[in-house]
């Protein structure tokens, strides 16, 4: 029997995720031609099609069970790199990622993550759940934390965290939203904007965005400044800032957030991290 190549089976494995030739390509640093033909490959490898239809990547039979498999033989051949590296250096720097929003909550916790990893320094990147979720599958982070959906299936633990509206406090207390609201948002496409957009347009709740800002900080400030309402998940919200009690607006859904981490021991060490910032979520 021929052995299939990692880089094959990744490729698939990428487009499958990605839906999309291009999209994986992007996320593999490799051209679109490229992830094309290993594709090729693999149904040439196994002797079948993989897709019913390419244009919806609807999987045929074979390509569900070369995906499934797929899955795990790149997890534990990239989880046996990164172990076998771990233990020829095992000083080496912990390359964490995490929302802006659980910064000031998990940095202080970073020493604890660091021992149990044993590593002897961090690179830490805030950023939005995207750029975060391609940052790992490109083995650029060794633990993400991350908000949305998108890590559903590589995730080795999953909350849900409850979402508020915040706004700076009036003399009572109380945050009294205007009409049309004032928005202080995270970019088009983030679970949180698309969220809280969702939210207000089916309720018929019009508003106007004033502020959108990948930078956590950056929301915070605004809405602090009283440029308008944020939507933040709740615990989260720094201080100044209080829930809004206004009838008219919407209930927000509860947010993914999601741990993904290389290997079992790395997995162990983040739950252990993110476990105090994340106790009073459900668990998913």
């Known amino acids: 029997m021929r052995a299939i190549p990692i880089d094959v089976i990744r490729a698939f494995v990428a487009v499958v995720e990605a839906r999309g030739f291009t999209r994986a390509a992007e996320d593999l640093g490799r051209s679109q031609p490229t992830i094309s033909l290993q594709v090729k490959r693999l149904e040439e490898f196994v002797e079948a099609p993989l897709f019913e239809r390419a244009a919806r990547f609807e999987l045929t039979a074979v390509g569900s069970v070369c995906f499934d498999y797929g899955k795990r033989l790149v997890r534990l051949h990239d989880e046996m790199l990164d172990e076998a590296s771990r233990r020829k250096a095992p000083g080496a720097t912990l390359r964490v990622g995490m929302p802006g929003e659980f910064a000031a909550r998990l940095t202080p916790q970073l020493v604890g993550l660091g021992e149990i990893a ?103 400030a605004a809405a602090s400044a009283g440029l308008g309402v944020a939507p933040m998940i709740d615990g989260l919200a720094p201080d100044g800032l209080a829930r809004c009690a206004a009838a008219d607006l919407p209930a927000l859904p509860p947010l993914a957030v999601s741990l993904v981490a290389r290997g079992e021991a790395l997995a162990s060490a983040g739950r252990r991290w993110a476990a105090d910032a994340l106790a009073a979520f459900e668990t998913a």
């Open 118 to 220: 044993d590593r002897a320094g961090f690179e830490v990147v805030t950023g939005e759940p995207e750029a975060l979720a391609l940052a790992f599958r490109q083995n650029a982070l060794d633990v993400a934390l991350l908000i949305g959906d998108g890590a559903a299936e590589t995730a080795v633990e999953r909350w849900r965290a409850p979402l508020g509206w915040y706004a700076r406090a009036d003399g009572k207390g109380r945050a009294k939203p205007p009409r049309p609201l004032r928005l202080v948002v995270p970019l088009q496409g983030s679970a949180l904007h698309e969220a809280a957009v969702d939210a207000l347009r089916g309720a018929g709740r019009p508003f106007e965005i004033v502020c959108a800002s990948a930078d956590f900080p950056v929301r915070s």
